[in-house]
């Protein structure tokens, strides 16, 4: 699985930016997807996950209520919508799919989007 991320860049504090990530290969074999961050010094955290199936989502508290995670499986793309953007959103946003083929864990990452945001 290969996994882009896409649109990430510069706003100011309180503004949007929709992140995107485009899956191909074996696709077939993600049970879940999800959104990722690392600001500058810090260890990487989880930012929102879905499930393949229902669409079952889960997020970190500091994002609830601003932050929505989405996917097209049509398209093999997940979404993260970001609003009210805060400079502490700060970080480079990574995309990871996740799945389980028989005995086989498999962990897929993108190569990670940068979103600054300027207070």
């Known amino acids: 699985v290969q996994l882009v991320e896409s649109g990430g860049g510069l706003v100011q504090a309180g503004g949007s930016l929709r992140l995107s990530c485009a899956a191909s290969?074996?696709?077939?074999?993600?049970?879940?997807m999800g959104w990722y961050r690392q600001a500058l010094g810090k260890q990487r955290e989880l930012v929102a996950t879905i499930i393949s199936g229902g669409g079952s989502t889960n997020y970190a508290d500091s994002v609830k209520g601003r932050f929505t995670i989405s996917r097209d499986n049509a398209k093999n793309t997940m979404y993260l919508q970001m609003n009210s953007l805060k400079p502490e959103d700060t970080a480079v946003y990574y995309c990871?799919?996740?799945?389980?083929?028989?005995?086989?864990?498999?962990?897929?990452w993108g190569q990670g989007t940068q979103v600054t945001v300027s207070s």
């Open positions: 290969g074996s696709t077939f074999a993600i049970n879940s």
């Open positions: 990871n799919a996740w799945g389980v083929v028989g005995r086989s864990v498999l962990d897929y």
